[in-house]
């Protein structure tokens, strides 16, 4: 039972547009909302995350935005550079370990 | 201060074999937890240990276990290794508020293994 589900699975986008990622949970347990991300080769780290208490939080280029009702979470990448060209984790968790996505490999072409 | 360091970074290993990875967590933390990335996967949760003791653990066989050392540096075993266990393995250090809570991840680069 996949507990968050993540789309899509590639996205490719034009320099200097807007990345769009989304993710659905199903427990509402879940109280802690992190993006990650992982270039090749390397392991995954953290970008930016989100507690329920909150709608949208910034940071950079980077935002997330948070829909409790609905269970759906999605990451904004404003501005895409060829440098963001990697693959992006969401993940929940809080009281029980971080449930992954499958990951979005992102492509930001010139 | 160092991040999280990992060993080996590549294995190959044949099917039946056991093999042992090693983690040291970034100064400071207490809490590690061991991941399994499949190729074009999320990493799936294996198990986390706190203060030496196994504190959650996932959809994974009794073949798979662990270990906490008293400087938190942490080991993943595997026995009767299957092919399907060809994966990279992450290991994360964190500092939790508290038994049980899931602070921010710091992952390590990486084992990848593979198994013919």
């Known amino acids: 039972q996949q507990q968050v589900k993540q789309s899509p699975q590639s996205l490719i986008v034009q320099k200097g547009g807007i990345s769009i990622i989304n993710c659905a949970y199903e427990?509402?347990?879940?109280?802690?909302f992190p993006w990650y991300q992982q270039f090749p080769g390397k392991g995954p780290a953290l970008l930016i995350a989100i507690r329920p208490d909150v709608s949208e939080k910034k940071e950079g280029r980077f935002t997330i935005s948070f829909n409790k009702s609905a269970k759906q979470f999605s990451l904004h990448i404003m501005d895409s550079q060829p440098g963001d060209s990697a693959t992006y984790f969401c993940a929940a968790g809080g009281n029980t370990p971080l449930v992954f996505g499958k990951g979005t490999r992102l492509s930001v072409i010139a | 201060e160092t991040g999280v360091t990992q060993s080996p970074t590549h294995l190959i290993k044949t099917r039946g074999q056991q093999v042992t990875l090693r983690c040291s967590s970034q100064s400071g933390h207490n809490t590690v937890s061991w991941y399994q990335q499949a190729l074009g996967q999320g990493p799936q949760f294996i198990f986390q240990?706190?203060?030496?003791?196994?504190?959650g653990r996932g959809n994974f066989p009794p073949r798979f276990s662990g270990l906490q050392f008293p400087n938190y540096s942490s080991e993943l075993n595997v026995n009767a290794l299957e092919l399907d266990d060809s994966a990279l393995y992450l290991c994360?250090?964190?500092?939790?508020?508290?038994?049980?809570?899931?602070?921010?991840?710091?992952f390590g680069e990486g084992s990848r293994l593979t198994v013919l």
């Open positions: 240990y706190y203060r030496e003791e196994e504190n």
């Open positions: 427990n509402t347990a879940f109280d802690y």
């Open positions: 994360a250090s964190s500092f939790p508020s508290g038994r049980g809570v899931t602070g921010e991840l710091f």
